[in-house]
């Protein structure tokens, strides 16, 4: 984890300020996304998705105002279970845009500058918010784990890798 200084004095979701939703400043996702204990190919391509996702949707306002299956993205080609392509004439490229934004929207949610909506939380399947909350400095990653120790004390859950957060 890092120590870094202006990382820790971003503000939580429980304070959020006026004038949300709104973008961070480029330089201090670029310091976070620079810090990340990734390869640098990872760090490069999310420092690139997060540039062309601020060149797409300056306004975060107008961001939040498109329909829910616009801001969640799409990977053109994935077929999951349940979940049906998009319908004709839908913008591919920014649902890619979108998608890939994905790891800079869940960072401006947990720096408090973006409250998510439940339909994009629930409707992207799978939320991977470990290494952001990790950077952070967040103790996401221990109460998931307490969490788990409780569920199994109490015979909710059985005590198998599905349930365990990444690295843990």
Not at 21 to 31: I, K, L, Q, S
Not at 60 to 83: I, K, M, S, V, Y
Not at 144 to 153: F, K, Q, S
Request: aromatic share 10%.
């Amino acid at each position: 984890m890092s120590t870094n200084a202006p990382l820790r004095a971003a503000s939580s979701p429980l304070t959020l300020a006026p004038g949300i939703p709104r973008h961070c400043p480029d330089a201090e996702y670029t310091a976070f996304v620079a810090a990340l204990p990734t390869s640098d190919r990872w760090r490069r391509k999310h420092a690139q998705f997060h540039l062309r996702f601020v060149r797409t949707h300056p306004d975060l306002h107008t961001w939040f105002a498109l329909p829910l299956r616009d801001r969640l993205g799409w990977r053109n080609g994935e077929g999951q279970n349940q979940r049906c392509a998009p319908e004709p004439g839908f913008d591919a490229t920014t649902a890619w845009i979108n998608f890939n934004a994905r790891h800079y929207l869940t960072y401006l949610a947990l720096t408090g500058r973006l409250r998510m909506d439940w339909g994009w939380l629930l409707g992207i399947g799978v939320l991977k918010p470990f290494l952001v909350t990790d950077q952070l400095q967040l103790p996401l990653r221990d109460r998931t784990e307490d969490l788990r120790n409780c569920l199994l004390a109490l015979g909710h859950a059985r005590d198998d890798a599905a349930f365990r957060s990444p690295g843990a």
